[in-house]
């Protein structure tokens, strides 16, 4: 979930395809500003409720889900998992991609993380 203990990637995030630190005209200022409101982002929409939290965005991504499950379409997902060593952490959930198809999370893939990445991960 959000929160300070999130650790976004952008150069995993893209716009038109082309990595967050790579697109033309966006300063690392922006970016870590990006990440700080990633951070926040939960808090911030509950905040803005006032009566209750997000729901459209997870309602959407649960049908989608549920369709890649039951249609066997085999796409990925963020989703929380119980990691056995994946990324260095085990016995815990965590938001990592998964591939999701007819058995449900098939495969946790590991997308390589930088030495800063990992150390903010393992923190």
């Known amino acids: 979930g959000h929160g300070d203990t999130m650790v976004p ?29 990633t951070r ?8 803005l409720l ?3 939290s997000a729901f459209y965005a997870p309602g959407a991504s649960a049908i989608a889900m549920a369709e890649s499950i039951l249609r066997d379409q085999k796409r990925v997902f963020p ?6 060593g994946e990324y260095g952490q085990k016995g815990i959930f965590m938001g990592v991609p998964v591939l999701l198809g007819s058995n449900g999370v098939e495969k946790i893939i ?8 990992k150390s903010q991960l393992d923190s």
Not at 40 to 47: A, C, D, F, H
């Open 110 to 117: 590991e997308i390589e993380l930088t030495a800063e990445e």
């Open 9 to 37: 990637l952008p150069r995993y995030s893209t716009i038109a395809g082309i990595p967050l630190p790579d697109f033309p005209g966006l300063s690392k200022d922006r970016i870590d500003a990006m990440v700080d409101r």
């Open 79 to 84: 989703c929380a998992v119980l990691c056995e």
């Open 50 to 52: 006032k009566t209750g």
């Open 40 to 47: 926040k982002g939960g808090g911030e929409i509950v905040n």
